[in-house]
């Protein structure tokens, strides 16, 4: 339920907060064409590129390769939002914090704290539970801890959509880190199935975080009630913990296994997320601007903003204010008796 102030000064900042930014919608729908073209350009045009390769230099392009994704959508993003005010470096820098805080705090927790290799894959529950309460849980938390105390209170963040931007800046940035640790653990990567692997890693990583970007939107510029952030943080953990459930339990009953079916499954989750999200925003969008017109024709600034002026139906007056001054008929004009009025 939204809650607005009434007030002609209040009208411009909630036209600014619900602001729809085209440029975001098409900056997402180029990206998700750009990393499908990303993985046809390895896996048909140039399927040897890297064989040629090994050790520090199949690394190198693999790191090289893991940064692609991000790339993409932030090249997107500045092009087609550059018409629009968003502080570009302010959406880079949370990508980088993302990356930092991910590099730093990832591995430590997931294997220091949790040990999640040496449990998680023992059974279907342990694998689906253990990815939603802890590494999804762990995962999302991260993005919202980068979104929440680098930008959430900064006076550039005055739009509900700002929420999805940052907190899918965050979210690449994480899928980047994975994607690194992915190229290393491995010695360098087949850049045809690897180049699947990172862009499914970035596909589910922007989407769930864009999920709680809307959250974070929402109670940035709303009165919510107090569970409705956490809930939308635990949808996402949840989301993002079923996905990689379902990806990962397929895999394994796969013979042999087939990357393209990932990034079908990746692509479909994505877009229909993302769909909702838009349509989530928009949607709160409208209600705003249609409580804010509203707010402003019923508000008077000559009188008590909560008196609310009602018209008598029956004579068509205010009550408590005088008459018109208007003369009646029959007031000033007298009848002659012939049918004509003699004014006097």
Same mark, same amino acid.
């Given at each position: 339920?939204?809650?607005?102030?009434?007030?002609?000064?209040?009208?411009?900042?909630?036209?600014?907060?619900?602001?729809?930014?085209?440029?975001?919608?098409?900056?997402?729908?180029?990206?998700?064409?750009?990393?499908?073209?990303? %993985?046809?350009?390895?896996?048909?045009?140039?399927?040897?590129?890297?064989?040629?390769?090994?050790? #520090?230099?199949?690394?190198?392009?693999?790191?090289?390769?893991?940064?692609?994704?991000?790339?993409?959508?932030?090249?997107?993003?500045?092009?087609?939002?550059?018409?629009?005010?968003?502080?570009?470096?302010?959406?880079? $820098?949370?990508?980088?914090?993302?990356?930092?805080? @991910?590099? @730093?705090?990832?591995?430590?927790?997931?294997?220091?704290?949790?040990?999640?290799?040496?449990?998680?894959?023992?059974?279907?529950?342990?694998?689906?539970?253990?990815?939603?309460?802890?590494?999804?849980? %762990?995962?999302?938390?991260?993005?919202?801890?980068? %979104?929440?105390?680098?930008?959430?209170?900064?006076?550039?963040?005055?739009?509900?959509?700002?929420?999805?931007?940052?907190? #899918?800046?965050?979210?690449?940035?994480?899928?980047?880190?994975?994607?690194?640790?992915?190229?290393?653990?491995?010695?360098?990567?087949?850049?045809?199935?690897?180049?699947?692997?990172?862009?499914? $890693?970035?596909?589910?990583?922007?989407?769930?975080?864009?999920?709680?970007?809307?959250?974070?939107?929402?109670?940035?510029?709303?009165?919510?009630?107090?569970?409705?952030?956490?809930?939308?943080?635990?949808?996402?953990?949840?989301?993002?913990?079923?996905?990689?459930?379902?990806?990962?339990?397929?895999?394994?009953?796969?013979?042999?296994?087939?990357?393209?079916?990932?990034?079908?499954?990746?692509?479909?989750? @994505?877009?229909?997320?993302?769909? #909702?999200?838009?349509?989530?925003?928009?949607?709160?969008?409208?209600?705003?601007?249609?409580? @804010?017109?509203?707010?402003?024709?019923?508000?008077?600034?000559?009188?008590?903003?909560?008196?609310?002026?009602?018209?008598?139906? $029956?004579?068509?007056?205010?009550?408590?204010?005088?008459?018109?001054?208007?003369?009646?008929?029959?007031?000033?004009?007298?009848? $002659?008796?012939?049918?004509?009025?003699?004014?006097?």
């Amino acid at each position: 339920m939204q809650t607005l102030q009434a007030g002609d000064d209040d009208l411009g900042r909630l036209e600014r907060v619900a602001h729809n930014r085209t440029g975001l919608w098409a900056s997402i729908a180029f990206e998700l064409f750009g990393l499908l073209l990303f %993985v046809a350009i390895f896996n048909f045009l140039l399927p040897n590129l890297g064989d040629n390769l090994a050790g #520090v230099g199949l690394i190198l392009l693999g790191l090289i390769f893991s940064l692609v994704p991000a790339a993409l959508w932030l090249i997107f993003f500045y092009r087609m939002d550059r018409l629009e005010s968003e502080p570009k470096r302010m959406v880079f $820098n949370v990508f980088l914090i993302a990356l930092l805080v @991910a590099g @730093a705090l990832h591995g430590p927790i997931r294997q220091g704290v949790f040990g999640v290799d040496r449990w998680l894959y023992s059974s279907w529950w342990a694998h689906l539970f253990g990815g939603i309460l802890v590494v999804g849980v %762990v995962e999302q938390l991260m993005i919202y801890g980068t %979104v929440r105390f680098s930008v959430f209170d900064h006076p550039e963040f005055d739009e509900r959509v700002d929420g999805v931007i940052y907190a #899918v800046a965050a979210g690449l940035g994480l899928a980047t880190v994975l994607n690194f640790s992915y190229v290393l653990a491995h010695g360098g990567v087949d850049l045809d199935i690897g180049s699947i692997r990172m862009v499914v $890693n970035a596909l589910a990583y922007a989407s769930f975080a864009g999920i709680l970007g809307y959250f974070i939107g929402q109670s940035r510029f709303e009165k919510v009630p107090f569970y409705y952030l956490p809930m939308g943080f635990t949808l996402a953990a949840a989301l993002h913990g079923l996905f990689f459930f379902l990806l990962e339990r397929s895999a394994g009953n796969s013979l042999p296994y087939n990357p393209w079916g990932d990034l079908i499954f990746a692509a479909i989750v @994505a877009s229909v997320t993302l769909a #909702v999200v838009f349509w989530l925003v928009a949607r709160a969008n409208e209600e705003t601007l249609r409580l @804010a017109h509203m707010s402003a024709q019923a508000y008077t600034p000559d009188t008590d903003p909560s008196a609310a002026q009602t018209v008598d139906p $029956n004579t068509g007056i205010v009550p408590g204010t005088a008459p018109s001054s208007q003369p009646a008929a029959g007031a000033d004009d007298q009848d $002659n008796g012939t049918g004509e009025e003699v004014t006097q």
